[in-house]
């Protein structure tokens, strides 16, 4: 069956950086968009970045040039790459495909957390 694994996550003061790692196992990878989302406690989960099976990448305003969203279809992994942080993007982060593509069964995520 499919599996995601979510890693990278961790404990960074504000203005610092994160690279977070998303491995899909059990499926095609590279014919599939995929997405970070993130859920903040008390918080609905949302979609903060995509890219496509070509590329193309699309971002939500609160993260929109702070947050790179890339992959590499050799090893089946999304990247995101977390920059200029804040107390704000405190959450755990998960990898998905975009919801009109239909989700693979949820990852364990990973924690995120920006404070001094």
């Known amino acids: 069956q499919v599996q995601v694994v979510e890693s990278g996550g961790g404990l960074v003061q504000p203005g610092g950086s994160l690279r977070l790692s998303c491995v899909v196992s059990?499926?095609?990878?590279?014919?599939?968009?995929m997405g970070w989302y993130r859920q903040a406690p008390g918080k609905q989960r949302e979609l903060v970045a995509r890219?496509?099976?070509?590329?193309?990448?699309n971002y939500s305003d609160s993260v929109k040039g702070r947050f790179t969203i890339s992959r590499d279809n050799a090893k089946n992994t999304v990247y995101l790459q977390m920059n200029s942080l804040k107390p704000e993007d405190t959450a755990v982060y998960y990898c998905?495909?975009?919801?009109?593509?239909?989700?693979?069964?949820w990852g364990q995520g990973t924690q995120v957390t920006v404070s001094s």
């Open positions: 890219i496509t099976s070509r590329g193309f990448t």
């Open positions: 998905n495909r975009p919801p009109e593509q239909g989700y693979d069964a």
């Open positions: 059990g499926r095609i990878f590279i014919i599939y968009s």
